[in-house]
């Protein structure tokens, strides 16, 4: 069992920067494969970023690559978002998602998710 925590949303204008947190308990973080989703009202939940188990290899949807870097310290057991460039379309609820790594970029891979931390960009 995984339990995830959020934090680092807020609100911020066009062009400025955020860092999010993703907190996980358990002894078994390092071997989860960890990805960031957002989901905007009225909007499907959609894939944001994921990086891999030992944090060798990153993925990012198209609307946020250069802009978006995830990380991962396994020593504390937390993974992190840094948002740059932000635009008014990236307001959301982000929220991080631990899943075994057989996909990324799909939702149903992801077996624990978090609650979630409110993103929103000014223009």
């Known amino acids: 069992q995984v339990q995830l925590v959020e934090s680092g949303g807020g609100l911020v204008q066009a062009g400025g920067s955020l860092r999010l947190s993703c907190a996980a308990s358990?002894?078994?973080?390092?071997?989860?494969?960890m990805g960031w989703f957002r989901q905007a009202p009225g909007k499907e939940r959609e894939f944001v970023a994921a990086?891999?188990?030992?944090?060798?290899?990153?993925y990012y949807a198209d609307s946020v690559k250069g802009r978006f870097t995830i990380s991962r310290d396994n020593a504390k057991n937390t993974v992190y978002l840094q948002m740059n460039s932000l635009k008014p379309e990236d307001t959301a609820v982000y929220y991080c998602?631990?899943?075994?790594?057989?996909?990324?970029?799909?939702?149903?891979?992801?077996?624990?998710w978090g609650q979630g931390t409110q993103v929103t960009v000014s223009s």
């Open positions: 998602a631990a899943g075994d790594g057989l996909g990324y970029t799909d939702k149903d891979p992801y077996d624990y």
């Open positions: 358990g002894r078994t973080f390092s071997s989860y494969a």
């Open positions: 990086i891999s188990w030992s944090g060798g290899s990153t």
